[in-house]
């Protein structure tokens, strides 16, 4: 499944019930583009693509060989590999051993390609609320302006810092809630 036909952690729906109906489909047209980005800023802090459960390739091409730390958590299966040039029959992959949570394979090469099966198969509940938070975020905030005035009337709009607009980008916190599902961390 190419990266972008990966669904978005949250649906349109889901921030209807969310925000008690502030924000639609209808009230706001580009909500699904700020739900794609959302999940966007999530994969690509997470480093992976989390959710759905998929099949997956992992090429590298080495100078040295090293073990093989697969790209991702969450790994199901691994389908197919090849090592330096030559593929693994049935028994040799039935060898295979890995750690779901981390990557890690006792597979070691220079050119290795690797097919796999990961992704959580529901998007983790922590996932689906924090894309939620920050598309609404963006959507308040849909022209960039921080602050608007006319006579005595003053809205702000989000603010990610000072003078700066709400968009599709996680804050520290946010960040921090993440970590759990990043790769590149071990537990």
């Known amino acids: 499944m190419p990266e972008e036909s990966i669904p978005a952690f949250a649906t349109a729906d889901q ?9 639609t489909a209808e009230s706001h047209p ?20 989390v959710a759905p459960a998929r099949p997956v390739e992992y090429r590298r091409v080495g100078a040295t060989a090293d073990d093989v730390w697969l790209p991702a958590t969450e790994v199901a299966s691994i389908d197919a590999v090849e090592l330096d040039g030559r593929a693994l029959d049935a028994a040799e992959l039935a060898r295979v051993a890995w750690d779901p949570g981390t990557g890690w394979t006792n597979l ?33 905030s849909p022209l960039g302006l921080v602050r608007e005035q006319a006579g005595t009337v003053n809205v702000t709009h989000t603010q990610v810092g000072f003078n700066q607009a709400g968009g599709p ?6 960040q921090a809630s993440l970590d759990a599902y990043r790769i590149g961390r071990l537990p």
């Open 15 to 23: 921030m209807e019930q969310r925000s008690q109906g502030a924000i």
């Open 108 to 140: 070691y090469g220079r050119r290795v390609h690797v097919r796999y099966t990961a992704g959580y198969a529901e998007v983790p509940e922590a996932i689906v609320s924090l894309t939620l938070q920050v598309a609404a975020r963006a959507l308040g």
């Open 169 to 174: 980008l996680l804050l520290a916190a946010e």
């Open 30 to 49: 580009y909500l699904e583009d700020e739900l794609r980005a959302a999940s966007r800023a999530v994969r690509d802090y997470c480093r992976w693509h």
